[in-house]
């Protein structure tokens, strides 16, 4: 029998090697960026749940805020607010992924900066620059980065009367640019640019389900149904979208809030024509103690979410199911 010689032998031990290792990339790119859209929409809808929760202390709903006069101390108006949050979540398919999953704790820090101003009489401009990472303790093919900028005109009055009875709600104009990236924030693996028309409408109820105003109430719900187009890169993610999404909040205390939010999204796809339907729902615990007010001098809350999301799609790789645990502290800053 010949018998190959360790210097013949080498470049077959690299190449085998590298060939290995490369098949393990493969693997991990595959599973990373299997349907980094369908987790992008499901991380936005848990963020906008715990956002929509009427807050126990200013009986606000934060994502459901639409006037510059919210979240004042008794001066001019504050146009900005920083959030920062730090988020423990337990994933139980990191990777997006139809088959094969397998579940892992993760950490989620979070940084928003939002803008609202009222520019007419009757149109509200906001705008919200949200920055977030993903990490795995182990399943580090699910580590993400995602970076994105949000802006919406809305038909709002400077001080809307929720008491009206002729009170028809907002319509508005919403674009997002979202890009998605790699491992540190190193070159984009999909982008999103998603514009939409839209309608929605709160209500705001005492204990006793009679009418109120933010600031004081005890219930609180909302509606939210608009319409839009992804254009994307890759261009296999263009699409048009229905979305219509429910919220349904009550403060027990100053101190705990619960809500529940589900949402549904259609995809009508471009290339090759598909319809999926993304159904998503997320459980918020939300506790807000006066001691991390005083600890960060600026408003805190502690949010316990439970979600789930279920994609279905005509193409096996994107008929997902994931489901999400995570306890999220944040804390706001209005300036």
């Known amino acids: 029998m010949d018998r190959i010689s360790p210097r013949r032998a080498k470049p077959r031990t690299y190449i085998a090697t590298i060939c290995s290792l490369l098949a393990c990339l ?33 009986r606000e709903s934060g994502a459901y805020v639409f006037w510059e006069q919210a979240g004042t101390e008794g001066g001019a108006p504050k146009y900005f607010t920083f959030t920062g949050a730090g988020l423990i979540n337990y994933d139980s398919n990191p990777g997006a992924v139809a088959t094969g999953a397998v579940g892992d704790w993760n950490v989620n820090p979070d940084l ?6 009222q520019i007419l009489t009757k ?42 009875p002729d009170r028809w ?6 674009n997002k640019l979202t890009e998605d990236y790699n491992t540190g924030f190193g070159g984009p693996q999909v982008k999103f640019d998603d514009i939409s028309v839209g309608y929605t409408n709160q209500y705001y109820f005492t204990r006793s389900f009679k009418k109120a105003t933010p600031g004081n109430a005890d219930n609180f719900a909302a509606f939210d149904l608009s319409v839009g187009r992804r254009q994307a890169s890759p261009s296999a993610k263009n699409g048009t979208y229905l979305q219509v999404k429910f919220t349904m909040s009550h403060t027990f205390n100053d101190d705990w809030a619960l809500s529940f939010s589900p949402k549904a999204k259609v995809t009508y796809r471009d290339s090759p024509a598909q319809r999926a339907t993304l159904w998503s729902n997320d459980l918020v615990l939300a506790y807000t103690p006066q001691w991390l007010s005083n600890l960060s001098g600026r408003a805190g809350e502690i ?22 645990i995570s306890v999220t502290i944040a804390v706001k800053w209005p300036f």
């Open 123 to 164: 149109v509200m401009f906001t705008a919200t620059l949200d920055a977030n990472t993903n990490r795995y303790l182990s399943m580090t093919a699910g580590n993400r980065d995602e970076v994105s900028l949000q802006t919406k005109f809305l038909l709002s009055e400077e001080e809307p009367d929720f008491l009206a």
């Open 169 to 174: 709600g907002f319509a508005y104009l919403n």
């Open 112 to 117: 928003t900066l939002d803008f609202k101003k």
């Open 26 to 58: 493969q693997g991990a790119w595959a599973q990373s960026v299997r349907n980094p859209d369908v987790a992008s929409d499901i991380y936005a809808a848990r963020l906008d749940a715990v956002n929509s929760t009427l807050n126990s202390r200013t």
């Open 303 to 324: 949010d316990f979410t439970e979600s789930y999301a279920k994609n279905f799609s005509p193409a096996n790789t994107a008929a997902i199911t994931d489901n999400n």
